[in-house]
Nanobody, 120 residues
Framework: QVQLVESGGDSVQAGGSLRLYCAYTPSWSCMGWFRQAPGRGREEVARIIKYDRTTYADSVKGRFTISQDNAENIVYLQMNSLKPEDTAMYYC?????????????????WGQGTQVTVSS
């Protein structure tokens, strides 16, 4: 049974950092982080394709890092130098092991979201 659990969202001041976690079982081939702010469309923030290929939205390059812990089946999103415009609900998404992932492939499984709020 597929399970996808996110955590790590919080309220921080601008310039601060947060680390989001996404645990996926049983195993995955690619995972991504998306965000959606009120009144705006969903935006792909970062993606990781096993084992080390990563992509980022231009708006977060140099500030956010997506990485994996193979032993724990967890994908992290380290967010530094946070800005008020980073405020959004952040969602983790995944494709199961065995699927051929590309930077453009749509994700099948989604988490419930974790809220990130950045105040100025």
């Amino acid at each position: 049974q597929v399970q996808l659990v996110e955590s790590g969202g919080d309220s921080v001041q601008a310039g601060g950092s947060l680390r989001l976690y996404c645990a996926y079982t049983p195993s995955w081939s690619c995972m991504g982080w998306f965000r959606q702010a009120p009144g705006r469309g969903r935006e792909e923030v970062a993606r990781i394709i096993k084992y080390d290929r990563t992509t980022y939205a231009d708006s977060v390059k140099g500030r956010f890092t997506i990485s994996q812990d193979n032993a724990e089946n967890i994908v992290y999103l380290q967010m530094n130098s946070l800005k008020p415009e980073d405020t959004a609900m952040y969602y983790c998404a995944a494709e199961p092991a065995g699927v051929y992932c590309t930077p453009w492939r749509a994700f099948t499984y989604w988490g419930q979201g974790t809220q990130v709020t950045v105040s100025s």
